[in-house]
């Protein structure tokens, strides 16, 4: 199975930068997404790791590393728009399937 | 082109009621997830489709709950006897392919309220 941990909630203000962790297990690890959702929306993407490193992508970045099973998602110069959840996902290619599992979710509160 | 759509976008139904929700995918895209989310929750995986494979069933919570899909088309997530613990957004998510960097794209959900 699979084992995704994040923060419940954080809060940073306007303009700073805010990094959000994420850490996992699962036995056949082919992939790692970042979703934004808005309260009363559908998750969209925003960024997908397999390999480690970093990923920028303008004001967010995510970074991998598969030996520790550990992510995160840097955001800079934040806007109070991006207030909102955001979601790690691990994808498993185990058996055949390419099962994505999703942890709980990060609450991020903007302030000015 | 057209995006996932769900239907209905909302429901209301009695405890012990049947439910079925719709889910139209993107043309030519191959897997097709179904999730569950709770309020203030995460996503609780359901079920996952790929092709002619057999499906993943792995999250279905009980008997109660089943899908359908048909090739690479439409697909119904079936919940029996309703309870009120099934109040949730469920949320239908779509790949193109088995693998690849290809992300998923949700549908925009039913919300479903078992009163």
């Known amino acids: 199975g699979q084992n995704i941990d994040q923060p419940t909630e954080m809060t940073a203000t306007e303009g700073a930068i805010v990094q959000i962790n994420c850490t996992y297990q699962?036995?056949?690890?082919?992939?790692l997404f970042w979703y934004q959702q808005h309260a009363g929306e559908a998750p969209t993407f925003l960024s997908y790791?397999?390999?480690?490193g970093l990923e920028e992508k303008g004001r967010f970045s995510s970074f991998l590393s598969r030996s520790k099973g550990y992510s995160y998602l840097l955001l800079k110069e934040l806007q109070m728009k991006d207030s909102a959840s955001y979601l790690c996902?691990?994808?498993?290619?185990?058996?055949?399937?390419?099962?994505?599992?999703f942890g709980t979710g990060t609450k991020l509160q903007v302030i000015p | 082109g057209a995006g996932v759509s769900q239907s209905p976008s909302n429901k209301v139904t009695e405890k012990g009621k049947d439910v079925e929700l719709r889910c139209d995918p993107i043309s030519g895209h191959t897997a097709l997830y179904w999730y569950r989310q709770r309020l203030g929750q995460g996503l609780e995986f359901l079920i996952y489709?790929?092709?002619?494979?057999?499906?993943?069933k792995s999250g279905l919570p009980s008997d109660r709950f089943s899908a359908e899909r048909t090739g690479e088309s439409v697909s119904t997530l079936t919940i029996q006897r309703t309870q009120q613990e099934d109040s949730a957004v469920y949320l239908c998510?779509?790949?193109?392919?088995?693998?690849?960097?290809?992300?998923?794209?949700f549908g925009p959900g039913t919300r479903l309220t078992v009163l």
């Open positions: 699962t036995s056949g690890f082919n992939g």
């Open positions: 998510a779509n790949r193109p392919f088995a693998g690849g960097t290809d992300t998923q794209y």
């Open positions: 489709f790929q092709g002619n494979s057999a499906p993943d």
């Open positions: 790791n397999v390999l480690d």
């Open positions: 996902a691990v994808r498993d290619g185990s058996g055949g399937y390419q099962k994505v599992t």
